[in-house]
């Protein structure tokens, strides 16, 4: 395909389920492993000269000057980068529903009156419907890859925390955020990951872990392989229809020679919520500190004391969820609070990590389904409380917590919405992911 | 803890947000919801457990002192609508 | 805190650090001539959306060093925090800082009069940008901001409420110059120090009050002396002294309130999660140990106890570590007194006078070896010597040589002189004569056949003294 032709039918797609925030073709001319695959950039990646706004409009017109280390890897492989694609605002939310004041919220590409998900909403809807060969550079902090992955039925791997480089990422929190890839097929998770993972000494939580040939686990093997399905995942809250089809899935790996046994997590299913919120808002408060209409993004005119136009800027051009979410972080880090609320939630999140760990010592990989639900209408989502809302997260929020690769899998179909399957590694085990995927396709 | 509005908004001014008075109405009861809900992570037992900043275990990243190149002044000042003479313009700092 | 004295003082200073780059990118700290503002940034340190900040490790090494020369204990980790404020000159609107666990801690510095002020802590932060405010601050519509500083390193060293004057906080602003220099962590000429200081009296109960923004050493003393005098006066005419934030006007050479609010700000640390820990390792701190340089303090011990110098002598030399490096040398070949001497008045004369530094005056401890092994060889005069010496101010040069070349040395010394003079008053009765009847003139006469007879090499006064000597 040519790039008009790509432009044409991204545009088309994009006034039909509006999945990017920015249609903007960037050509490179390396040859590699990305030569002729377009790469979709989630908005919260910074591109040179790429408006990259991170689905705010506190950054309306911010032109960064550098790129990611991710998208600098993707142009050294000859991947050609197609836009921006749409997020909550900075990756607040799990239906995409939360952008930002003036931004489109996309619509799922099997039914239109309902979410893709989120926060990487835009990336996995522009997956599921891309007619030309693309694969969509996505972030996660709770879930934001794998929950929109689930429903809208493609691939989506966040990676171990630290495996890909931040820099250029425009932080939400800091100790959670990880870029990964999405794709139609396991192939393609696995190429791009490839690409991106990698130690780089402009982000300090860079992990140096050995370069790993993630393709060559693609159609391995998995027999002898033991697997636990997280017993609290399939039980009360869980629509019963999606219990049976991550059932059917299971078998599948049973034949596969896979063992399979049911685990328990209790501390991650009663606690991995509250302390993941409270990190989560505690850093993305002082994250979004910097945004002030002085150095990018929206200005005013500017007027009055500092105090009045920063607050100016902040009020006018931050939704809602933004606004609550700074003041949760605000409140729980302030002195008289931050014992209770933040050094706490670091310490249980010790605990959870402990959890998972001891875990791993019995079990190759874990399994649950991704969501609890298929996507939710519009309507549904309305009627949700902001707490109702984070709710929706309790699978996912976990492996994030603990900073554990997982990925969604495609696993079959709910009343025609996708149901996806989540698989959940040991740090730096992305490659049995893969394996468990091929095997599932 | 009882959340009122008076504390959302002396949380927001900290936070450099000026809340409309439908916006405080809004967020009282949500985020008392929220913070309840939150703090059930009273119940865990961490008396000597230290705190995980990060998820994995990451020690030492140090760079060498060797200067770096520097953006252009161009680029420094690109993304800003206030600047004057090659710095940037910021609001007063006296009330 | 119970205070015992008339007035309490302590001090919160921060001083640059002198590495080649910022603390948190790879920015020159440095500032260069004639530079555009903001062009010694990156996106690091203008706080853009998408960075990240890594660690310079030199850094931690001078830090350490300032640590272990005031005696603290260092924390086994290096940990930062986000101290979140809004102001113009931060770039991410938080300031990256110390908060739980600051790297060094329970230090001591030593004044002159020997009594020991305690530290709390010694830590790391990031400087903020510089602002500029046309026409004043009050009347300034906006304000300038030139990110150029932004992110240079600076040590935050915060003492007790331990000093009991202005003049004792100022010896101790001079005492950390001192150890600032012959660390060689701060930039003497061109470093910034600050300084916050609380300072209270006993007549109001001791109420805190703090006095922002001090800059130079100088200024300390202006400032609290200011300061120490106002709340005195307050209470003497019953006016109670509030607890507040105050800033100093240099200019105008007194302290303002500044409102309470600015001083009441929730900061909210929380652990930076864009950093790691740094693991503070023993055999990082035996490392910097067997780096640090013998202190001003044991050097004017030594110079006291070994040398036996004079006492201001070997205290103007063991301030100045470069000074003191140069008397150290030169003592080992040359009588310590007349080393100390020439070193701490005639060295730094010249210097003064050329206006140059030691190192920009390319004088070294040889010279100064060659050119005071003539002196105490009697092979020149002072005089010579100091003409000699005016010369190296203007550049270096070989000072044997040039004694060689320019004739300049003393012929001999008493006991040939005395054989010389011995001829001449064979010679010349007559003279000696009238010197003897109360003709003090006559003996000249005799002081230039001596001349003469060493064609000029002589000193004159020792040739008179010598002949007085022989006559009585």
């Known amino acids: 395909m040519s790039n008009e032709q790509i432009v044409s039918e991204v545009e088309s797609l994009n006034k039909e389920y509006r999945y990017l925030n920015e249609v903007s073709i960037q050509e490179s001319s390396a040859k590699g492993k990305l030569s002729g695959v377009c790469v979709s950039v989630k908005d919260c990646i910074v591109v040179k000269d790429m408006q990259s706004r991170a689905g705010s409009r506190v950054l309306t017109g911010y032109s960064p000057v550098f790129d990611a280390t991710v998208i600098q890897k993707v142009r050294e492989q000859g991947g050609t980068i197609i836009g921006k694609t749409s997020q909550d605002e900075f990756g607040f939310g799990s239906f995409n529903t939360n952008v930002g004041l003036g931004l489109n919220i996309p619509l799922n590409p099997f039914d239109k009156t309902r979410c893709c998900g989120g926060s990487s909403g835009g990336a996995a809807g522009l997956t599921q419907k891309a007619g030309f060969h693309h694969i969509a550079l996505s972030e996660s902090t709770g879930g934001s890859i794998v929950c929109p992955a689930a429903f809208c039925g493609v691939y989506g791997l966040c990676p171990t925390y630290g495996l890909v480089s931040r820099y250029g990422l425009m932080d939400y929190a800091n100790s959670l955020d990880k870029i990964g890839p999405m794709a139609k097929k396991v192939e393609d998770v696995a190429l791009m990951l490839e690409v991106i993972a990698g130690y780089d000494e402009k982000d300090s939580t860079s992990v140096k872990h050995e370069k790993e040939e993630y393709s060559s686990f693609v159609g391995k093997d998995i027999s002898g392989m033991k697997i636990g399905v997280i017993k609290e995942s399939l039980g009360e809250g869980v629509d019963p229809q999606i219990a049976s089809t991550i059932q059917e899935k299971i078998a599948v790996l049973e034949s596969k020679g896979a063992t399979v046994e049911e685990v328990s997590l209790p501390l991650n299913n009663s606690y991995s919520l509250a302390a993941y919120y409270l990190i989560a808002m505690c850093e993305t408060s002082t994250n979004l500190s910097k945004y002030c209409g002085m150095r990018y993004g929206k200005h005013e005119s500017l007027e009055g004391s500092f105090n009045e136009y920063f607050s100016g800027v902040r009020s006018e051009h931050f939704s809602a969820e933004a606004k609550r979410r700074i003041i949760i972080g605000t409140f729980a880090r302030m002195s008289g609070f931050r014992d209770a609320y933040y050094i706490k939630a670091l310490k249980v999140r010790t605990k959870l990590i402990e959890e998972y760990k001891k875990t791993f010592e019995s079990y190759d990989v874990l399994i649950s389904p991704t969501m609890p639900v298929i996507a939710p209408t519009f309507s549904e989502i309305g009627q949700m409380s902001p707490l109702d809302h984070y709710r929706m997260d309790i699978l996912t929020v976990g492996p994030n917590l603990a900073g554990l690769p997982h990925m969604n899998i495609p696993a079959g179909f709910s009343k025609d919405m996708p149901v996806g399957l989540m698989v959940i590694g040991n740090h730096f085990d992305e490659g049995k992911l893969l394996q468990i995927g091929k095997v599932l396709e | 803890m009882q959340i009122t509005p008076e504390i959302v908004k002396k949380v927001a001014s900290v936070a450099r947000l000026k809340l409309t008075e439908k916006e405080v109405k809004e967020f009282t009861p949500q985020l008392s919801e929220i913070l309840d809900a939150f703090s059930k992570i009273d119940e865990v037992d961490t008396k000597s457990t230290k705190m995980s900043i990060q998820p994995v275990e990451l020690r030492n990243a140090l760079r060498e002192d060797i200067p770096g190149e520097c953006l252009s002044v161009e680029d420094a000042l690109k993304n800003t609508e206030h600047k004057k003479d090659h710095y940037f313009k910021g609001p007063k700092v006296i009330e | ?472």
């Not at chain 3, 830090?63 to 809004?86: D, G, N, Q, T, W």
């Not at chain 3, 102001?87 to 020991?116: I, R």
């Not at chain 3, 044991?298 to 570590?321: M, N, P, R, W």
């Open chain 3, 1 to 472: 805190m119970k205070f015992s004295g008339d007035v309490v003082v302590g001090l919160e200073i921060h001083v640059e650090l002198n590495s080649e780059t910022k603390l948190f990118c790879s920015c020159p700290r440095k500032e260069k001539e004639n530079e555009l503002p903001n062009s010694r940034c990156c996106p690091t340190c203008l706080g853009m959306p998408g960075s990240k900040p890594v660690l310079n490790k030199a850094v931690i090494d001078f830090a350490l060093k300032l640590c272990l020369a005031m005696k603290c204990k260092i924390a086994p980790e290096l940990i930062f925090s986000r101290k979140s404020y809004f102001y113009p000159d931060l770039a991410k609107n938080y300031q990256v800082t110390q908060y739980e666990l600051p790297l060094g801690s329970e230090g001591e510095v030593a004044l002159s009069s020997g009594k020991k002020v305690g530290l709390t802590r010694i830590h790391l932060e990031e400087d903020p940008a510089s602002l500029v405010h046309n026409g004043g601050v009050q009347q300034s519509a906006s304000v300038l901001v030139d990110y150029n500083r932004s992110g240079n390193p600076l040590a935050e060293i915060v003492t007790k409420p331990e000093m009991n004057s202005a003049d004792e906080a100022r010896d101790f602003m001079k005492q950390l110059i001192t150890i600032l220099g012959y660390l060689e962590v701060f930039d003497v000429n061109n470093g910034i120090i600050k300084a916050d200081a609380n300072v209270s009296v006993k007549e109001s109960g001791y109420s805190r009050v703090e006095v922002k923004n001090i800059t130079g050493f100088k200024e300390i003393e202006r400032a609290l002396n200011y300061e120490i005098a106002r709340q005195k006066r307050d209470v003497s005419e019953g006016k109670t002294i509030a607890v507040e934030t105050r800033g100093w006007d240099a200019d105008k050479g007194l302290t303002y309130s500044l409102r309470s609010k600015e001083s009441e700000e929730d900061y909210g640390y929380i652990i930076d999660p864009d950093l790691i820990v740094t693991e503070i390792t023993p055999d990082w701190i035996d490392r910097i140990n067997a780096e640090m340089p013998e202190l001003a303090t044991e050097k004017l011990k030594k110079f006291l106890d070994d040398h036996g110098i004079e006492e201001t002598t070997a205290q103007v030399l063991s301030k100045d570590k470069k000074l003191a490096e140069m008397y150290e040398a030169v003592s080992s070949k040359v009588d310590s007194s007349l080393a100390s001497k020439w070193i701490r008045r005639e060295l730094p004369r010249v210097l003064n006078y050329q206006k140059k530094t030691l190192e920009e005056s390319g004088i070294t401890s040889e010279h100064m070896i060659s050119l005071l092994t003539l002196i105490s060889g009697e092979k020149i005069t002072e005089k010579i010597g100091q003409q000699l010496i005016n010369k190296l101010g203007e550049g270096p040069y070989d000072v044997l040589d040039y004694v060689k070349k320019e004739g300049l040395s003393v012929v001999a010394g008493e006991s040939e002189l005395e054989i010389l003079c011995g001829e001449a008053i064979q010679e010349a009765p007559q003279a000696i004569e009238e010197y003897k009847s109360g003709k003090e003139k006559a003996l000249n006469y005799v002081v230039g056949i001596v001349m003469r007879k060493t064609k000029g090499q002589a000193k004159p006064d020792v040739v008179m003294k010598v002949l007085k000597k022989l006559i009585d």
